[in-house]
């Protein structure tokens, strides 16, 4: 897999959220090619609503404006030809028309326009520092889709996630898979230090970004896995045609 510099960007203020949900479900939804990776023999589906900053390719340096705005996915885990572990996205929305049109063209993501919001607020209590954000968002595009979360984390000592553990296979994820207009199954790698992440000891969540792939109900509720990232600093490379 490709090893060469398409473009830097840094990802901040991430929030896992996770629920476990059928494995068969989810595979109907995959394209040819990949097949759900589980953990313990139990799925996972993800949102995931953060920032990205200094979105940029590697010949330009980033522009306001354009280079900064706000993400949220929705997202399971897979293995690709070969066993490659890595992400498939059913959807991504962002508040940057420009972003979400070059998205869809250029890396095939599923990309939907949307409104978004984030506000962060870091907080000392009990000798703790924590970190409360709020992300809300609105799709502009069908599917419809909408959320409003908010986070408590204990962020006083962000470190990464062991090796072996559910954390390290929800959060640790380089290479994301997707496919061409034709059908065609490409991955793409990114490239980045292991996130420092913080327990959630605090969460609200209300969403419908999970009723496009589990059903109208979607996962609702208290997630069953959540965790707090104050950041990453990422180098993405090219996507590549698997199997040649």
């Not at 559910?166 to 994820?173: A, Y």
């Amino acid at each position: 897999m490709s090893d060469r510099t398409a473009g830097y960007q840094r990802w901040a203020n991430l929030t896992f959220l996770h629920w476990r949900v059928s494995a068969d479900v989810l595979q109907r939804q995959l394209p040819a090619g990949l097949e759900v990776d589980t953990f313990a023999g139990e799925a996972w589906l993800g949102v995931v609503p953060f920032s990205m900053e200094r979105v940029r390719p590697w010949w330009a340096p980033p522009v306001p404006g354009i280079s900064w705005f706000l993400e949220t996915n929705v997202r399971t885990y897979v293995k690709g030809p070969g066993g490659v572990s890595g992400v498939w996205f059913f959807s991504l929305d962002a508040n940057q028309r420009l972003a979400v049109e070059l998205a869809r063209r250029i890396w095939n993501l599923p990309y939907f326009r949307a409104e978004l919001s984030l506000q962060e607020q870091e907080q000392r209590a009990g000798g703790k520092l924590l970190q409360k954000v709020e992300y809300s968002g609105r799709r502009l595009e069908q599917p419809a889709g909408e959320y409003s979360i908010g986070i408590t984390a204990d962020a006083g000592n962000p470190k990464p996630a062991p090796h072996g553990t559910l954390e390290h296979f929800l959060v640790e994820r380089y290479v994301l898979f997707c496919v061409n207009a034709r059908g065609q199954l490409y991955s793409g790698r990114v490239h980045h230090v292991p996130y420092r992440i913080c327990p959630v000891i605090e969460q609200r969540i209300e969403q419908t970004l999970t009723g496009m792939v589990v059903g109208s109900n979607g996962c609702g509720g208290i997630a069953e896995h959540a965790a707090w990232s104050p950041g990453v600093d990422v180098r993405i490379s090219p996507l590549e045609r698997c199997g040649g």
